[in-house]
């Protein structure tokens, strides 16, 4: 597992309990004994009005065919959550490095790096 990776995993509810199993993407490689990874929310649903925390991922377009997502998706990079790697389950694709540079930059303007 590497940053930049694009996995299946379960994945926290925001506003009840439970988990669900959904595409997410590694902001970290598994950090400590528990290996714990940094993960941002991927969700097929676009907001009828886009976030400055949002990127829109398309697998059509050449930048982002190595994610190997089945459908036009929005990666929301406000929604973090910090999993165990055992609820990281299946390898999706990857990150283009122009996207991950994308990414860096709109996560140093998010948390004012």
Avoid: C, W
Avoid at 20 to 33: A, D, Q, S
Avoid at 34 to 46: N, Q
Avoid at 54 to 59: G, M
Avoid at 68 to 83: F, Q
């Amino acid at each position: 597992m590497q940053r930049g990776e694009i996995y299946l995993a379960t994945f926290p509810f925001g506003d009840a309990p439970g988990m669900k199993l959904r595409p997410v993407l590694l902001l970290t490689e598994p950090i400590g004994p528990a290996g714990e990874v940094l993960v941002a929310y991927i969700s097929s649903v676009l907001p009828s009005a886009l976030l400055p925390s949002d990127i829109v991922l398309d697998p059509k377009a050449s930048e982002h065919r190595t994610t190997n997502l089945k459908t036009i998706s929005v990666l929301r990079l406000h929604k973090l959550a910090t999993i165990h790697a055992a609820s990281v389950h299946r390898y999706l694709g990857k990150l283009s490095p122009e996207t991950q540079r994308e990414i860096s930059a709109k996560l140093k303007g998010l948390l004012h790096l």
